[in-house]
């Protein structure tokens, strides 16, 4: 497809009628290469509009999640705005929610009800716990999520409590393991023959995948995993250390031959040549004496004498960033990780731009999140509402 000028979602159609984080992210993504998003707003305004940050009154999340989407107002819960969605419904190939288990039925939109209308389309459905069991019907955010699936139990420091992220953490990586289940049913449908088909995504399911042979740990040796810090308990040395000017660097190292390295930068071959530090469970056992003695070498060198010295020496080690330092990094500027637009609100702003970074098919924004119903003309009219019809549905607050 390289040169060919589509992008690879081009003709998908998504109808995303979920709120704040998770759900909508997903449709984000697909609109991020190519997919039409008709983000669907209750009259009053999606609920993120309200999220702080906000800028002259425009929230800065809303920016972020909302880009590339056309805006229509629409009020589910009349009879006319509910047959606006079905319509978009008939002709779509993804609808994206996370309501509470059991909203979509109350309004005739369930599973059943959606395939028979459209036996093409694919209901994506995130919620907190999942649409069956025994929480299913329990209100989920993400928080939760990071607290349930033992996240926030290996969080923090050993004397400490738990520890929450400091961000939207499980509804992303819900959204972004959403978007891959999007994508596996429409190739099972596209390519396969197939039907459309329901996605149940319960939000902490994702976070318990990603946090490694904890479940394996306990079934075969009965170890549950404690908070070590910046410690993990399988790899050593791997920690923060703090510069001769406050700053601060991060190194792990995962593997020997990145050891080895980090013992020679210090000038500490001799721990590299320890019996006791031959392999990762004896490092591990003895990561207290290994932290002091790269402290006691970086604690002694600046953060750019630091970065530079371990970059001679192929040392994985790196800066800790905040986000100024990230936006002007010379690195993550080539790669053009964040990216500037102009805003018809804001005027230029600069977030995250599209990933992965597919050479033949680049992602591409096209605009950020739109004012308030922004689309809602045009998007009715193509579904063959008259002006006429537009304007009275205003009048009874349907849009």
Known sequence: MAGSGKQPLEGVTVVDIGTLFAGPWIATYMADFGAEVIKIEHPRGDSLRNFAPLKDGVSLWWKLAGRGKKSITCDISKPEGLEIIKKLCEGADVLVENFRPGTLEKWGLGWEALHKLNPKLILMRTSGFGQEGPYAKRP?????????????????????????????????????????????????????????QEIDLAIYEPMTTILGPQSLMYDQLGTIQTRTGNAIPFVAPRN?????????????????????????????????????????????????????????????HTLEETVSHFQDYEGALGPVYDIEQLLEDPHVRHRGTFIEMDDEELGPIRFQGPIPNMKGTPGHIRWPGPPKGKHTQEILENLGYTKGDIDRLREIGAV
């Open 140 to 196: 989920g955010f993400g928080t939760l999520a990071e607290a349930m699936s033992g996240f926030a139990h290996i969080t923090g420091s050993p004397d400490g409590p738990p520890t929450l992220p400091a961000f939207a953490l499980a509804d992303g990586i819900a959204a972004m393991c959403g978007a891959y289940a999007v994508m596996m049913a429409l190739y099972h449908r596209d390519v396969h023959g197939a039907p459309g």
């Open 240 to 300: 923060t250390y703090r510069c001769k000017d406050g700053r601060f660097v991060v190194l792990s190292a995962s593997a020997e031959s990145i050891f080895r390295r980090i013992m020679s930068a210090i000038d500490r071959d001799d721990l590299a040549e320890d019996p006791r530090m031959q392999n990762q469970e004896g490092r591990v056992a003895n990561a207290a004496e290994l932290d002091e003695a790269i402290q006691g070498w970086i604690g002694k």
